[in-house]
């Protein structure tokens, strides 16, 4: 039994490695789409998502497997609830992608952008991306270390997030009302994304040192 | 084992139950510190949270000491596995809550509201506090057509987001960025809570017919 639990939970974790990182690449071609209004990849963002809907499904499928034939007890039990928690942050990861991509489709042949706010969305794509592939490895290694630096990229993102706001904020802003309205939607998809790669990181912290970090209920 | 495992996953939904129908509660009284810049409501709003909080982790433990104890299969299982997923939607419900009452914080003693959108977030509360109740009963009954009825109050909600942004986008909002920031942020987070609400609905039916109702991935 045991060696088949390993093998099972090696390859849901996978899976779930797997998915962080595909939502982490979807953010990378729905920020490249919204910079450079570009809507063939938007589309093609939009497309992916009926395969991360199908691999969800699946995931979800083998943690009850694994539950069900298994019936795994203490440690291995915990690592599986985990598993179900974390198929719900990396669906929400893939969601805000999407949502980001449809915001470029919307808004074609425009740019959603202002130009000058630019950087700080090439700068939230590349946080973002980064911390995708941060998720997938921490799912795929279990280093707690790697699982902690998650938290300084979301802390760069936070920062950017406000510096961004500030900017809308200001009086001098001059792109009126509804590219700021896109530009709060489109900061809050980015804030949420890191928040999900944040959490999966504190679910594999707990599973491997049994203390669950401070959350984040701010966002 | 049969006795007991009924008992405990009554008790479980029996929690969740409270716990959604608190977030309502919440979301009740954060409107209400919403539209009359009531500050000492919106501090009430924040300082709950803390209890929520617990209710949340003692609804985990419940759900795996069920899994452990009694480890459950078939129909069982998926009970618990659900019950899991819920306990996700419900803590998320109370942070969109919290979020709202943080708005009203952060503008005091200032209205953060425009007076001519008033209306709409008056409708769209009455409508998330239905929804937190409807979310409630559903998991105590497990009423199949009581969880249906929820994607009917979320597509009244739909409608009044998207007149709000029409509004937004109309030529004639005078009312500056910084209220139309506020505003879309606001929006979004009572959209997200009745999506919530309604993933708690969709779940129920799965359970009871075994058929797991479209998703929702747009928001």
């Given at each position: 039994m045991r060696v088949i639990y390993n093998e099972q939970m090696a390859e849901l974790a996978n899976l779930l490695g797997e998915m962080a990182g595909l939502a982490g690449q979807a953010m990378e071609q729905a920020t490249q789409s919204l910079l450079q209004a570009d809507l063939a990849l938007a589309?093609?963002?939009i497309?992916?998502?009926?395969?991360i809907s199908v691999m969800i499904a699946e995931a979800e499928e083998k943690a009850f497997a694994?539950?069900?034939l298994q019936a795994p007890v203490a440690g291995d039990l915990r690592q599986v609830v985990s598993a179900i928690q974390i198929v719900?942050?990396?669906n929400r990861m893939g969601a805000l992608a999407l949502h980001v991509a449809k915001v470029t489709r919307r808004r074609h042949p425009n740019h959603a952008l202002p130009e000058s706010v630019n950087g700080y969305f090439a700068e939230m794509g590349r946080i973002a991306v980064n911390m995708g592939a941060?998720?997938?490895e921490v799912l795929e290694t279990r280093d707690p270390e790697r699982a902690a630096q998650l938290n300084q990229d979301d802390e760069a993102m936070d920062d950017?997030?406000?510096h961004l706001f500030t900017l809308l904020m200001d009086r001098e802003w001059k792109y009126g009302v509804a590219a700021a309205v896109d530009v709060t939607l489109l900061g809050r998809y980015y804030e949420r994304f890191a928040d999900h790669a944040v959490e999966i990181?504190?679910?594999v912290i707990f599973l491997v040192t049994g203390v669950l970090p401070d959350g984040e209920i701010e966002s």
């Amino acid at each position: 039994m045991r060696v088949i639990y390993n093998e099972q939970m090696a390859e849901l974790a996978n899976l779930l490695g797997e998915m962080a990182g595909l939502a982490g690449q979807a953010m990378e071609q729905a920020t490249q789409s919204l910079l450079q209004a570009d809507l063939a990849l938007a589309e093609q963002v939009i497309g992916e998502q009926d395969r991360i809907s199908v691999m969800i499904a699946e995931a979800e499928e083998k943690a009850f497997a694994l539950l069900a034939l298994q019936a795994p007890v203490a440690g291995d039990l915990r690592q599986v609830v985990s598993a179900i928690q974390i198929v719900g942050d990396v669906n929400r990861m893939g969601a805000l992608a999407l949502h980001v991509a449809k915001v470029t489709r919307r808004r074609h042949p425009n740019h959603a952008l202002p130009e000058s706010v630019n950087g700080y969305f090439a700068e939230m794509g590349r946080i973002a991306v980064n911390m995708g592939a941060g998720a997938k490895e921490v799912l795929e290694t279990r280093d707690p270390e790697r699982a902690a630096q998650l938290n300084q990229d979301d802390e760069a993102m936070d920062d950017l997030h406000r510096h961004l706001f500030t900017l809308l904020m200001d009086r001098e802003w001059k792109y009126g009302v509804a590219a700021a309205v896109d530009v709060t939607l489109l900061g809050r998809y980015y804030e949420r994304f890191a928040d999900h790669a944040v959490e999966i990181g504190r679910r594999v912290i707990f599973l491997v040192t049994g203390v669950l970090p401070d959350g984040e209920i701010e966002s």
